[in-house]
């Protein structure tokens, strides 16, 4: 290429920096959404898997984050799981509690769960409520 001014070879020069350095922003801003859609696909399976949803999903909304009790930050992620009273029977560990480490409340008390209390539960390092009282659980 040749440059007969300087001014045009600058001006080439700024306009192929300014260029990468968008493609770099727009690929790094890509990857991000990605890696957040991928962590809530991750909840919504989760919740999903758990069974307790099934009569809890309100027709007109695929969102987990609209499902009955639940609550999602800016980023979609899960913040709140409210489902006290809610008839729940069977097992805490059908919720896989490590796929949410974004959880600041956890209630489900009053229900008919069993079993322990998992570890998982106490590796949310975002917690701040946590209610499981009035259910069949055990210590640990
Ligand atoms: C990626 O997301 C985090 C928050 O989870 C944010 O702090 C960061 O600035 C984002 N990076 C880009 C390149 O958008
Ligand atoms: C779903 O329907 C309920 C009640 O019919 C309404 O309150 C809610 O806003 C609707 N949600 C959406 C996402 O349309
Ligand atoms: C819970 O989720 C984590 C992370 O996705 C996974 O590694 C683990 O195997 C799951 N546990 C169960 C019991 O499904
Ligand atoms: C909990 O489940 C057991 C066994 O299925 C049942 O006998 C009991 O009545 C249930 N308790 C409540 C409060 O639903
Ligand atoms: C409570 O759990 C124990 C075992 O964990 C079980 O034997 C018992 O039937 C359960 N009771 C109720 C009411 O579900």
Redesign the pocket.
Known sequence: MECGFFNTCRAVIVFIWAALTLLIVHVASATNISIHVAASEIERQALLNSGWWKDRI?H??SDHC?WVGITCDYEGRITDIGLAESKIKGELGRLNFSCFPNLQYLDLSNNNLSGSILSQIGSLSNLKYLDLDRNNLSGE
């Open positions: 309100p007109n909304t609209g």
